[in-house]
């Protein structure tokens, strides 16, 4: 079955400090891929997204992301963290002709002063 | 511009009330989804529309009623809802099918 895998449920990193979330999908054919933040209680936004070519993918608010086929991974970096990024991220996979998105079960990023 | 706009932003009702969420865009695009999303839990799909026809339905309840009446617009109908259907109510649209989506900020629904 397809499915998205987030490894980590929450991650604590200190301000300043680089930052890795991890995702690894199950899909027999590369999907497209998406990584999502959603601060509490507000809805999901578009980070930065993966449909193919380049497998270092830059996103918004200093977010990339690197694509890896030969381990299914679809990793989330950022090389210094500020505040202001504590929220829950989410990978998500979508194959195409099955035209459903499929989520992670998400990865609450703390961060400490 | 990428906003989907919702409304309410909070929603309080009885088991025995009928309300409706709101979901707009007005960015062009022809499909739209609602989604369901409980604490600590990533969204669940619930209905797509694509050219305001209905194209997929996730086996939801029959007391959700999604209504699509044009393609800037996109509502949920709810009646008789039970405590365990309290959540975040998310709504979506993207460009077609199957394109990248962009999401509202949600209604947050509490059944009492």
């Known amino acids: 079955a397809q499915s998205v895998t987030q490894p980590d449920i929450h991650i604590t990193v200190s301000e300043g400090a680089s930052l890795e979330l991890r995702c690894n999908y199950s899909?027999?054919?590369?999907?497209?891929l998406f990584w999502y933040v959603q601060s509490p209680g507000q809805g999901l936004q578009l980070l930065l997204k993966?449909?193919?070519?380049?497998?270092l993918v830059q996103g918004i608010k200093g977010f990339e992301a690197e694509f890896k086929r030969s381990q299914s991974s679809f990793n989330l970096r950022k090389p210094s963290v500020h505040w202001s990024d504590a929220a829950e991220y989410f990978c998500?996979?979508?194959?195409?002709?099955?035209?459903?998105?499929?989520f992670g079960t998400g990865t609450r990023l703390l961060v400490s002063p | 511009d990428t906003e989907v706009t919702q409304t309410p932003k909070h929603l309080v009702m009885g088991m025995t009330n009928k309300k409706s969420l709101k979901c707009e865009q007005h960015?062009?695009?022809?499909?739209m989804y609602w989604y369901k999303q409980k604490a600590k839990k990533p969204p669940e799909l619930m209905f797509v529309?694509?050219?305001?026809?209905?194209?997929i339905n996730e086996s939801v309840p029959s007391r959700f009623s999604p209504e699509c009446p044009n393609s800037s617009l996109l509502n949920l109908h709810l009646h008789a809802l039970q405590p365990e259907d309290s959540a975040l109510y998310l709504c979506?649209?993207?460009?077609?099918?199957?394109?990248?989506?962009?999401f509202g900020a949600g209604t947050r629904l509490s059944v009492l």
């Open positions: 979506a649209s993207s460009l077609v099918f199957a394109d990248i989506q962009y």
């Open positions: 529309y694509s050219y305001e026809k209905l194209s």
């Open positions: 960015m062009g695009h022809r499909a």
């Open positions: 899909y027999g054919a590369t999907p497209y």
């Open positions: 993966y449909f193919s070519g380049d497998t």
């Open positions: 998500a996979a979508e194959a195409t002709g099955f035209q459903k998105l499929v």
